[in-house]
């Protein structure tokens, strides 16, 4: 599945956004790609994936904030304000285990590993929780709203998959991979640029009401390289 079928989510209508979103997240492993592969390649791109989706997230609260008292009620803002939030700090927290694990020795790996395994589990929970929760009445907000976090969460369980395979790595021979961990049955992270891509082009998707459109418009996110970020001690996303 490639990354152009995202891109016709600006020209569709929200539930046709929806079904290109769902399509294109159900990315796999190339079946060229070994596990050892994987695992170094993961490293990387996370810490990537993750500065996207922090901002990402942060985002939820910004979009629907600025539709309280239109087409959003003062409790559920305050949902999405304590849902996000708390994703917002799991995945700082994934962040900093990320790094921690580059540099750890070969016997803390697995232990951070595990603790990155529940900090995403933490993430999912809150914006799994999220939707069933709010009671938004305008059916555009209530798409946007649920297309924008379904892409937000459907990257972070992704990312969950990769985990048990970079836990597994060294039960596999390099360039060979049992039927347990088939590459082919792994769903695995956008990168973090096709993220971003995905993501600006469902929130910015038009709906029809003027007040969420113009919202939504200004809030869409960016990616910076590792580089990037560090020179300017964190502040770029």
């Not at 942060?58 to 087409?71: H, M, P």
């Not at 070969?106 to 595990?114: D, S, Y």
């Not at 891509?197 to 929130?203: H, I, W």
Request: hydrophobic share 50%.
């Amino acid at each position: 599945m490639r990354l152009e079928e995202f891109e016709k989510i600006n020209g569709g209508d929200m539930k046709s956004s929806n079904r290109s979103v769902q399509v294109g997240l159900a990315v796999v492993l190339c079946m060229t790609m070994t596990l050892a592969g994987c695992s170094t390649n993961w490293i990387g791109e996370a810490e990537e994936v993750v500065a996207a989706l922090i901002p990402a997230a942060t985002n939820i609260i910004a979009l629907v904030a600025a539709l309280q008292g239109k087409t959003v009620s003062a409790a559920d803002l305050q949902t999405i304000q304590n849902a996000g939030t708390q994703a917002g700090a799991d995945l700082q927290l994934i962040q900093s285990l990320i790094t921690a694990y580059q540099t750890a020795d070969a016997t803390a790996k697995p232990g951070i590993l595990n603790q990155i395994q529940t900090a995403i589990g933490a993430v999912q929970a809150s914006l799994q929780g999220l939707l069933p929760a709010l009671h938004i009445q305008d059916p555009a907000t209530q798409a946007k709203i649920t297309a924008v976090v379904g892409i937000v969460l459907s990257e972070v369980q992704s990312l969950a998959a990769i985990v048990p395979l970079v836990q597994n790595q060294g039960t596999v021979a390099s360039g060979q991979l049992s039927e347990k961990t088939s590459v082919a049955r792994v769903k695995v992270p956008l990168t973090a640029s096709e993220f971003v891509r995905a993501y600006n082009a469902t929130l910015t998707a038009k709906t029809g009401n003027t007040a969420l459109d113009k919202a939504a418009a200004g809030l869409t996110i960016h990616v910076h390289g590792k580089a990037a970020r560090w020179a300017t001690a964190g502040v770029l996303k």
